[in-house]
């Protein structure tokens, strides 16, 4: 079960007067959105929350016309493409007018990119004929259904098309699989001065729900990460005590320990070995990527091969203000010239990558846990990357990696464990 209530998003799409908005309003049935035969009507997606019958809940976006000029229209397409990285399935109206159809297999050819499901509704309002125009014959195998959107009495086969083409190959993950009820896991949360008063991140609330929901028992700890890196000595053998204290106030011991990332360094040297130990930021991205850590291992491998002149992309799917040690900007860059001393780093910030121009110029991607995207957007990321041979990996896999070998496989081990050999450990 996902920790969260999960929906599909259906991306209602096509040109301007296609019939897109009707087609909405059929399906919520309700004027949500102004249908009208002025071009354009549409003027921003419009988002409907509803429930069919048999597909659970879903978000419908009735999107702008995709063939409308100018630079507003340039604006209005960049936003469809947008929601269309949100999406499960496209659904693409085409009316009953119209010879041209670039646009549409723009579209289409975007949303194939984008490992979307795509159905196509020809809405023959109008006594349009109820065919596949011959210049989209290259699309003839995609489910496609013929309705008039104008009739009520066409709802029925709308929902039922809408639910044939709308399965997942994948479904959403547990976030933490290993979790068995009656054990101790231990959060390792260091608080630096970017950490929100008043809060725990969203990684980190949601693996105290997900263990507390399954009868098991997370206990929270904050690890003083300037005393355990101290170059005082004693403050540092105090620190370390503190930590081997807390352990062994456990019976029966902690089945395993999830850690911020910037803290796996100290966390891996001092816990025992047969403590099973993650990052929140390796558990966020297997879940949010639904179960393609391995590719991400893969990923991390290429770290060691970078040189001088290598173009890296350091993602972060949050716009937090960045203060003191920050990870994405500081902390990593850091590692990575000494990695490999003259290579050359962008970033990238917020939810919306936007499309970033040339992503071949990347010898490998960065990316944080991602918890802050959704799984449809990260899922379109990921296959963009893989159609353009971009190697990617994430923060908690660079940081253990960094350590050497043994640590990365012991931050994995706890979710492809059985996988391990691929990577040669
Ligand atoms: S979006 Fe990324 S950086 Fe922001 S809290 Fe989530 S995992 Fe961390």
Not at 189 to 215: C, H, K, N, S, V
Not at 312 to 332: F, K, M, P
Not at 389 to 395: I, K, L, Q, R, S
Request: with cysteine; charged share 25%; proline share 4%.
């Amino acid at each position: 079960m996902p920790s969260y209530l999960e929906r599909r998003n259906i991306l209602i799409a096509g040109k301007m007067n296609a019939g897109k908005s009707t087609l909405f309003n059929l399906l919520t049935q309700a004027e949500n959105s102004i249908v009208d035969a002025t071009p354009g009507t549409t003027a921003d997606t419009k988002i409907a929350v509803m429930e069919i019958h048999g597909l659970g809940p879903v978000k419908l976006f009735d999107s702008a016309g995709i063939d409308e000029t100018g630079e507003l229209g340039e604006k209005k397409r960049a936003k469809v493409y947008a929601n269309l990285k949100s999406a499960d399935l496209l659904l693409l109206v085409i009316g009953s007018k119209g010879t041209v159809f670039t646009w549409e297999i723009e579209l289409l050819e975007k949303a194939v990119l984008w490992g979307k499901k795509v159905a196509i509704c020809l809405n023959c309002f109008n006594g349009a004929p109820g065919r596949l125009p011959v210049e989209l014959n290259k699309w003839a195998a995609m489910p496609c259904l013929a309705i008039d959107a104008t009739q009520s009495a066409d709802r029925g086969k709308l929902l039922e098309f809408i639910k044939e083409n709308c399965e997942r190959e994948v479904e959403s993950l547990p976030l933490l699989p290993f979790v068995t009820a009656g054990e101790h896991y231990i959060l390792v949360i260091p608080m630096d001065d970017e950490t929100p008063e008043g809060r725990l991140l969203r990684p980190q609330t949601l693996a105290l729900e997900f263990i507390t929901r399954r009868f098991a028992w997370p206990t929270c700890y904050r690890l003083d990460l300037k005393k355990a890196r101290s170059a005082d000595e004693k403050l540092k053998a105090a620190e370390k005590q503190r930590w081997l204290d807390f352990l062994a106030s456990f019976t029966p011991k902690p089945a395993a320990i999830i850690t911020d990332s910037q803290a796996i360094d100290v966390v891996d040297s001092w816990t025992p070995a047969e403590i099973e130990l993650t990052t929140f930021s390796i558990m966020m991205i297997e879940q949010q990527s639904r179960g393609r850590l391995a590719r991400f291992v893969a990923g991390q491998k290429q770290i060691s091969a970078l040189k001088a002149g290598d173009k890296v992309l350091i993602y972060e799917a949050c716009n937090h203000s960045r203060i003191g040690e920050d990870i994405g900007t500081v902390q990593i860059p850091a590692i990575l010239q000494k990695i490999a001393p003259g290579v050359v780093i962008d970033h990238a910030f917020g939810r919306a990558l936007g499309e970033i121009e040339n992503l071949k110029q990347y010898k490998v991607v960065i990316h944080c846990g991602g918890c802050m995207l959704s799984q449809q957007v990260l899922a379109a990321r990921l296959k963009e990357l893989d159609e353009k041979g971009v190697f990617y990996t994430n923060y908690g896999l660079f940081l253990a990696g960094r350590l050497g070998e043994a640590a990365l496989k012991r931050v994995v081990r706890p979710f492809i464990g059985s996988l391990l050999f691929l990577f040669g450990f």
